[in-house]
């Protein structure tokens, strides 16, 4: 098993930079990757970025390309998001999620195994 939680949310102008933590423990040497999605209110969850859990690949939704970086701190099995010029629409309850199968596609919600409570951020116009 393998445990997921989530830190670094809160509040922010538009235009600003949050840089969200994700903390994974227990089972990790099994991971294949781990990912960032977002949930917004009365919206479904979406894909917002992926790290494989040797660090060396990443990929990103569209909607984040150039302002969201995530990166991995292999020393503390910790995943970070760093967001910048933030934007109303990035108002969401943000997810850490971390998978074993390397089988399916890294944006596929459905292929993580194991998923944090979620740390809110909001963007204020």
């Known amino acids: 098993q393998v445990q997921v939680v989530e830190s670094g949310g809160g509040w922010v102008q538009a235009g600003g930079s949050l840089r969200l933590s994700c903390a994974a423990s227990g089972r990790t040497f099994t991971l294949d990757r781990m990912g960032w999605f977002r949930q917004a209110p009365g919206k479904d969850r979406e894909f917002v970025a992926s790290?494989?859990?040797?660090?060396?690949?990443?990929g990103y939704a569209d909607s984040v390309k150039g302002r969201f970086t995530i990166s991995r701190d292999n020393a503390n099995d910790t995943v970070y998001l760093q967001m910048n010029s933030l934007k109303p629409e990035d108002t969401a309850l943000y997810y850490c999620?971390?998978?074993?199968?390397?089988?399916?596609?890294?944006?596929?919600?459905?292929?993580?195994?194991?998923w944090g409570q979620g740390t809110q951020v909001t963007v204020s116009s």
């Open positions: 790290i494989t859990w040797s660090g060396l690949s990443t």
């Open positions: 999620a971390a998978r074993y199968s390397r089988f399916s596609a890294y944006y596929d919600s459905t292929s993580y195994n194991f």
